[in-house]
């Protein structure tokens, strides 16, 4: 119903995994490598190519590898807990968790009581945002609808201060874009997508009785406004830049760049304290809003709200309305072919809105203490490696060598699930109201959020829910944190073998951690401050071998004259590489721990296991119309490039395949990249 506000300096990883049965067998299957091709050559097909041909996309999938097998067994887990927590509510304990995501499941698989009330539950706001007349009465729109947990123009979050990260401060952050990035907005190549956006546009507000010809009216209105809010945006690689993330201001200060929204106000309604200040991250584009309240209509502004009002809703009203929404944005957008069944559009409210609290309930069935003891283990162990890393380093100096150990000290851990859960009681979820239980979790969630601007920051404290099938690093907290749904073959087999898990899990282990290190984490210091701790010269030498990956990456073309954005991927892709390289090392320091661990298995030596597992990770295949959004906006490069991109870089690769200088797999001279 609202739009999630991410946190956009949490980096997540996206890692596609499999699992599930598929592993039970063996902890590798050597029979699905491709010997027909060298992996010297195509490393990522040696490895993928075969499972790939074997395993089309879903039709309810835009795309489909090892990732989401394994999100999907993750989500079966979570289907068969929400099932009977919804069988067993009634007699649940009055208020438990239990029982609330039961009411909630059981309401938004009531199909009949959803299809009854149509897009009743929306008809209130609707009336709402037709009352708007003035400025005034616009921007007390906009302070309700935030209060609700809803995101309309701007969104409202609360993160740790980028320059007193011990705090939480709140943050506004551009926003109002229906479509993926600006370029959808200005470019010619998205046309017939602009065009297709409007018809959508229209069919909404028609399913609400606005006449065709009024629909198309203000279809075209949507879309103008929306594109000078575009104009006024910054691209995702423009955001990878912290001074395009945060302005501190005090409210007299914003007040001056948005005379027309009074900000203390805007917060007072909140309940948020703002009397030090906060961030308006873009000032740009605040003016920009602020300028729009002058000169826009007010005819225009209440088409806005209203299409954005029911595009949100939709996916929990009546069927008319789930489908125009499936249809615009997962069809048309994406490629999708079908829509998904109910269960699973239902879970993703609940893990959208309660997740935490579902969590709650997956740990006790899905993650044994022994997982992550053993876990802890190999962070334990992939620490060290990354250390010994930056002290071996030959191109910085000693001064910044001394702050990236002190960085590396205050490094904080968090594996499987929070030590303390979240608290649910005060929130109200019924059996037999589906949209009223997504609007009452939508606005709990803000609140709670909210709740903690000028509180000191809390470390433990986690950003993913336990069932999520990733892990992230966040630079203001200085965190690397490791869901329990994440360890799970492939990435991380208790049964397996070393070079199997290094490959696997301490890959990942590595790549959160050097994102610590990377284009946007290197900004951030010990304490998780936006500082500067690097001498000018080391700065220099780190940016000219970053600039080599960005080189390498935007040679990739994963459509047909559509490249990869090496600066819009590069943290990822420096994580990529320098995760890999300490998961190596540590594989090497196990081996020589444990000298009996090193023998080859199934015909493959522990290091070729090691990269073998690595490339598993990233097998599958995606629609391109997805891949098109994708390349556009997400920060992570396609995964036949991430399987590849790291070995080939490593002379530990050519060695363990016995690959030669002039093989594809092999970058050497000024073409191979190493940083960390």
């Known amino acids: 119903m609202h739009r999630k506000v991410l946190q956009p300096l949490a980096l997540a990883v996206s890692l596609a995994l499999s699992g599930g ?109 037709d009352a708007l007349k003035t400025p005034a009465d616009i921007v007390g729109w906009l302070t309700d609808s935030t209060s609700r947990g809803r995101a309309d123009v701007f969104q409202v979050a609360v993160l740790p201060d980028f320059q007193n990260a011990a705090m939480q401060i709140a943050y506004t952050f551009q926003g109002g874009l229906a479509l993926p990035t600006k370029d959808y907005y200005e470019k010619p190549d998205y046309a017939e997508l602009r065009d297709a956006y409007k018809a959508h546009v229209a069919k909404v507000l028609q399913l609400t009785g606005v006449s065709e010809a009024d629909a198309k009216k203000q279809a075209d209105e949507v879309l103008a406004f929306e594109t000078r809010l575009a104009k006024a945006s910054f691209l995702p690689v423009e ?139 190999l962070v334990s162990n992939l620490q060290d490696s990354l250390k010994a890393r930056i002290e071996k380093l030959d191109w910085m100096s000693a001064d910044t060598k001394k702050k990236a150990i002190e960085k590396w000290a205050t490094f904080l851990p968090k594996i499987g699930y929070p030590d303390k859960w979240r608290d649910w009681s005060g929130i109200k979820i019924v059996p037999d109201n589906y949209f009223a239980n997504v609007d009452a979790a939508a606005k709990y969630d803000f609140n709670y959020q909210i709740s903690k601007v000028g509180k000191p920051t809390d470390r433990l404290e986690w950003g993913m829910t336990p069932q999520t099938v990733n892990a992230y690093y966040n630079p203001t907290d200085n965190t690397i944190n490791f869901p329990a749904a994440i360890l799970q073959p492939p990435f991380f087999d208790a049964k397996a073998d070393d070079a199997i898990n ?127 959004v994708l390349l556009n906006a997400d920060p992570h490069a396609p995964a036949k490039f991430r399987a590849i991109a790291a070995p080939s870089n490593m002379p530990q690769f050519a060695e363990s395949f016995q690959c030669k200088a002039g093989d594809s797999m092999v970058r050497s001279g000024d073409t191979q990249v190493k940083i960390w």
């Open 239 to 377: 955001l990878r830049d912290p001074k395009n993330q945060y302005h501190f201001v005090t409210i007299a200060e914003a007040d001056k760049v948005t005379p027309n929204i009074e900000w203390q106000k805007f917060f007072a309604a909140q309940h948020a304290d703002v009397a030090k200040g906060f961030s308006l991250s873009q000032p740009k584009f605040f003016a920009e809003v602020d300028a729009m309240l002058k000169d826009v209509p007010a005819d225009q502004w209440r088409a806005f709200f209203k299409v954005h009002t029911i595009d949100a809703a939709s996916p929990y009203l009546a069927k008319p309305f789930a489908d125009e929404h499936f249809a615009f944005y997962d069809a048309k957008l994406n490629g999708q072919k079908e829509q998904r069944v109910r269960w699973k559009r239902v879970m993703d409210a609940i893990n959208e809105n309660m997740g935490m609290a579902l969590g709650e309930m997956y740990v006790a069935v899905a993650f044994p203490p022994e997982s992550k003891a053993r876990a802890k283990e």
């Open 502 to 628: 290094y490959g696997g899990i301490g890959a990942v282990i590595g790549h959160e951690a050097t994102h610590g290190y990377d284009d946007q984490g290197s900004q951030f210091d010990a304490k998780g401050n936006n500082a500067n701790w690097w001498t000018k010269d080391d700065r220099a030498k780190f940016d000219a071998r970053t600039d080599k990956l960005v080189k390498q990456f935007d040679a990739y073309e994963p459509l047909p004259g559509k490249h990869v954005n090496g600066k819009l991927t590069l943290g990822e892709n420096i994580a990529d590489l320098g995760g890999l390289n300490v998961a190596f090392d540590a594989l090497q320091a196990d081996l020589k721990k444990h000298p009996e661990r090193n023998k080859s298995v199934d015909g493959y030596t522990p290091d070729q296991r090691f990269f073998l597992n690595f490339a598993r990770v990233w097998r599958g295949s995606i629609l391109p119309q997805r891949q098109e």
């Open 21 to 129: 049965s598929a592993f039970a067998a063996s902890s590798f299957d050597v029979t699905e490598l491709d010997k027909s091709i060298s992996p010297c050559n195509d490393f990522n097909d040696f490895v993928n190519a075969k499972w790939v041909a074997k395993n089309p996309i879903p039709a309810d999938r835009t795309r489909w590898g090892a990732f989401d097998q394994l999100r999907e067994h993750s989500l079966e887990t979570q289907h068969d807990i929400a099932e009977k927590a919804a069988k067993g509510a009634d007699g649940a304990k009055a208020g438990s968790i239990d029982q609330k995501i039961g009411w909630f499941y059981r309401s938004g698989m009531d199909d009949a009581a959803v299809e009854k009330a149509g897009y009743d539950p929306i008809k209130g706001d609707l009336a709402k945002i």
